[in-house]
């Protein structure tokens, strides 16, 4: 299986921040990574596809990079509905799919 | 409005079985992959199972491979999964999405716990 490691786990920060979470492949996955937002009590959200094509939908101070093993996904000017946890997902494979850990993003 | 809702969960002995199902309303099952993946509250995602649109070809993670049956009716627009020989690991909320590779649309989730 592919492994996915995101950090940080927590990540506190503050409105109007820009913060970054790293999410790094166990082997090459090209272009092939997802990002995903959960809340409390909700399903996750699909933010983010092939690397760095947002979802309909969602603000343009979501953004994601990467290839290969190492992605990141940033959010420019943090806004309090951001907070919530993240997750990457690789779909190099049906290896099986395999998500990251999650970071979770709190207010400061 | 795009709605899948997930039923069927509950409380069950180890060793015990149970059938979730996935109704879709505002969206068509009959076009798209659809998956289950689960999550202990508080824990990550972890993917556990994937049909084609046919019900022709289906997938499992290895922690349920032999135990679980992905199924559905594209007649009734929802998505089965049938869940055998439980243990306490499979104690966890079970989301069914759409999608091909990635998870779009999702449901809210029905909670399954083992335990005796």
């Known amino acids: 299986d592919i492994q996915m490691t995101q950090s940080p786990s927590t990540l506190s920060a503050s409105v109007g921040d820009r913060v970054t979470i790293t999410c790094w492949a166990s082997?090459?996955?090209?272009?092939?990574l997802g990002w995903y937002q959960q809340k409390p009590g909700k399903a996750p959200k699909l933010l983010i596809y092939d690397v760095s094509t947002l979802e309909s939908g969602v603000p343009s101070r979501f953004s994601g990079s990467g290839f290969g093993t190492e992605f990141t996904l940033t959010i420019d000017s943090l806004q309090p509905d951001d907070f919530a946890t993240y997750y990457c997902q690789q779909y190099n494979t049906y290896s099986p799919y395999t998500f990251g850990q999650g970071t979770k993003v709190e207010i400061k | 409005e795009v709605q899948l809702v997930e039923s069927g969960g509950g409380q069950v002995q180890p060793g015990g079985s149970l059938r979730l199902s996935c109704a879709a309303s505002g969206f068509s099952i009959s076009t798209s992959w659809m998956h289950w993946l689960r999550q202990v509250p508080g824990k990550g995602l972890v993917w556990v199972s994937r049909?084609?649109?046919?019900?022709?070809?289906?997938g499992y993670a290895d922690s349920v491979k032999g135990r679980f049956t992905i199924s559905r009716d594209n007649a009734k627009n929802t998505l089965y999964l049938q869940m055998n020989s439980l243990t306490a690991e499979d104690t966890a909320l079970y989301y069914c999405?759409?999608?091909?590779?990635?998870?779009?649309?999702w449901g809210q989730g029905t909670l399954v716990t083992v335990s005796s």
């Open positions: 049909i084609n649109s046919a019900g022709t070809t289906t």
């Open positions: 082997q090459s996955i090209s272009r092939w």
């Open positions: 999405a759409g999608g091909g590779n990635l998870f779009d649309p």
